[in-house]
């Protein structure tokens, strides 16, 4: 069965970086997206980013570009997000999510994300 | 971005009613659509996508339908562990945003 793991629960300073790790199992990790959400205490979830099945591509959430970095290490079926410049309203549950599409001459046709780690609270406080 | 509104807000509800969440959407989406129930807690459950395909393991009392920019999730008899927050997701553009989630409650 798919299992994502994350690492554990950070406390950072503010203007801080943060790094946390997906660790995937239970299908190919090669072929399958993967997504990065966020959801503040007593929020809906907000969207990050997502990086490709191989790896070499990543796409961001305008609202995060310069200060958000993913990247996926292939020889141990883990993903990496990094947040910098952390601020009090960074404050949050962060979460991993397997993502897949369907394409049809090219064109991404269906999308879904499914199965979610249990969660990092990073917490940013001076 | 595209911004999604979600009606109600709360709802109070009894076991074996049928519910509707509606989720509304500031532009066209296509079938890009999804719908997660959350639990205080955990992470968000995966439910229906592409407006109405059940993932697997979704009991049958969960649909899904709409288009353009108007989508509803209906419970036909709610059950006790049906009791939660649940959320739309718009997956046609970047960045995928979520509705701000309507929750479930027992009357």
Redesign the interface.
Known sequence: QVHLVQSGAEVKKPGASVKISCKASGYTFTTYYMHWVRQAPGQGPEWLAMINPSGDITTYSQKFQVRITVTRDTSTSTVYMELSSLRSGDTAVYYCARGGVITFGGVVVKRWIDYWGQGTLVTVSS | DIQLTQSPTFLSASVGDRVTITCRASQGIS??V?W?QQKPGK????LI??VS?L?SGVPSRFSGSGSGTEFTLTISSLQPEDFATY?C?Q?NS????????TKVDIK
Request: aromatic share 34%; hydrophobic share 35%; proline share 13%.
């Open positions: 079938n890009f999804a997660y992470a968000p459950k995966f996508y592409d395909i993932q959320y997701q997956l970047y960045p995928f945003t979520f509705g701000p989630g």
